[in-house]
């Protein structure tokens, strides 16, 4: 899991993927605390953004109930018997800073390490001020 440093309100977030692994669908989980994400007109308090339905770029409006919010992010993929995993087996995220944000690489749990099955860049852009 990765916790991003305190967003505040009106930060735009840009999430662009990469092709996922086509084994299994794979996810990308937001969970946010003291406020909302806005995707596609919905506050979303958690949401998972997946490979098979999701589009290759989702754009995020940060909207913080007070000062900031904390966002954190993991991967999460379904296995074949269609349920969600997330944190067993070989899952892991390796974080790269850009000078815009981050990139997630992901490994699911499957087989050996892999941190390509779900790779996701994450673009901040503080509110116009």
Wanted: proline letters at 5%; glycine letters at 10%.
């Amino acid at each position: 899991m990765y916790e991003l440093p305190a967003i505040g309100d009106g930060t735009s977030l840009r999430i662009d993927f990469e092709d996922p692994n086509p084994a299994r669908p794979q996810g990308l989980r937001l969970e946010v605390r003291g406020g909302t994400l806005e995707i596609a007109g919905n506050d979303l308090t958690d949401v998972v953004l997946w490979s098979d339905s999701a589009p290759k770029s989702v754009r995020a409006t940060v909207k913080a109930t007070r000062g900031s919010v904390n966002l954190r992010l993991w991967n999460c993929w379904r296995d074949p018997a269609g349920s969600v995993q997330a944190w067993i087996g070989n899952a892991g995220i390796l974080v790269s800073e850009t000078t815009t944000g981050i990139v997630l690489r992901c490994s699911d749990g499957f087989d050996d390490v892999t941190f390509g099955d779900l790779v996701a860049a994450v673009q901040i852009d503080a509110p116009n001020e």
